[in-house]
């Protein structure tokens, strides 16, 4: 059975501060392990984060430091990714269990489905920005993409298909128009496909576009915010920018010690974010790719970056289950 309950405040630490040039300027902690994965909702109310304690938290953003709201429990392992609908009502969430869930979160959240198509644990998930798609990276070296744009109105999903790598997939993204997705895989490809056609049946035997120049597995992409780049990290400790539209490599980013594990742009275009396992992010002129500047070691991975919809702010989290936010106006 799936419950909505409140965190438990015993174990909640919530402190604002500041420390350091780079602008840290609040900390929450709520989760009582890892932090896999942390997300703004696109109107800014929300923060959600989610975790190896089988937990999904929502913070409210709307006051000087994260404010516990609730905690969604039903996964019965570690949660990996989550995203928000363009519409800020559904959460996705997928994990070790093999499912992807959706919650109902515009009012009192519960769980509205699971999907069970996949074989093996599930590492990413994400809405189109027109609402129409929701896809899932698998181990099982698969992404799903379905058609969720009648799931309201008929209690029922559309196609259903099947992207398939060579290896496990750790990352799927959309482009901001819906035309393109992207997927970062172990094997070492970003693959880009075609996905705006209306029935989703007729891209099932496409051969995608191929990004090669990592020589390490992907563990993350995303595009610009204008849609003329999709960036990947990898293990081999560097950030890609690729043009899309010419299929090239447009630069490296290079700086990180170790394994790049996350990486966002933020709304605004300006800055990218890399996170590293090392506890450090890194922060990047997005559009010349220069160095910015570097936070501080949180001491342990951080897994997972996500910049406020008005781009002042970046909130990071990692392997000590805490979550951070620092002010990069």
Not at 67 to 84: K, R
Not at 126 to 147: I, M, Q
Not at 200 to 205: F, G, P, S, V, W
Not at 295 to 317: C, E, H, I, K, R
């Amino acid at each position: 059975m799936v419950s909505a309950v409140l965190p438990n405040t015993d174990r909640m630490k919530i402190s604002p501060f500041t420390a350091g040039s780079l602008g840290q300027i609040a900390a929450a902690q709520g989760h009582r392990s890892w932090i896999r994965s942390i997300i703004f909702s696109h109107d800014g109310r929300l923060l959600a984060s989610a975790s190896n304690d089988h937990t999904i938290m929502l913070w409210d953003m709307r006051s000087a430091v994260p404010e516990p709201l609730v905690t969604l429990a039903g996964h019965d392992s570690s949660i990996w990714g989550i995203a928000f609908s363009p519409d800020d009502t559904l959460l996705a969430s997928c994990g070790n269990d093999q499912c992807v869930r959706l919650w109902e979160i515009a009012s009192e959240p519960y769980e509205l489905l699971c999907l069970s198509d996949h074989t093996e644990a599930v590492y990413s998930v994400a809405f189109s920005p027109d609402g129409r798609l929701l896809a899932s990276a698998s181990h099982d070296h698969n992404v799903r993409t379905r058609d969720i744009s009648n799931l309201r109105q008929t209690g029922r999903m559309g196609a259903s298909i099947k992207f398939s790598h060579i290896s496990h997939v750790y990352s799927v993204a959309f482009s901001p128009d819906t035309t393109l997705m992207a997927t970062g895989s172990r094997d070492g490809v970003v693959r880009l496909w075609d996905v705006s056609w209306n029935d989703l049946r007729q891209l099932q035997d496409q051969r995608p576009s191929g990004l090669m120049g990592h020589n390490g597995w992907v563990n993350a992409v995303a595009f610009s915010p204008d849609g003329k780049w999709v960036a990947s990290a990898s293990n081999d400790r560097t950030v890609r920018v690729w043009d899309i539209w010419n299929l090239s490599e447009m630069t490296v980013l290079s700086g990180h010690p170790e394994a790049v594990t996350a990486l966002a742009f933020s709304p605004d275009g300006k800055l990218l974010a890399s996170a590293c396992k090392d506890g450090t992010t890194h922060l990047w002129d997005a559009v010349h790719g220069q160095a910015l500047g570097t936070l501080p070691s949180t001491g342990s991975a951080v897994n997972s970056v996500s910049f406020s919809p008005d781009s002042l702010l970046l909130a990071t989290a990692g392997g000590d289950g805490e979550i951070r936010l620092w002010g990069v106006a």
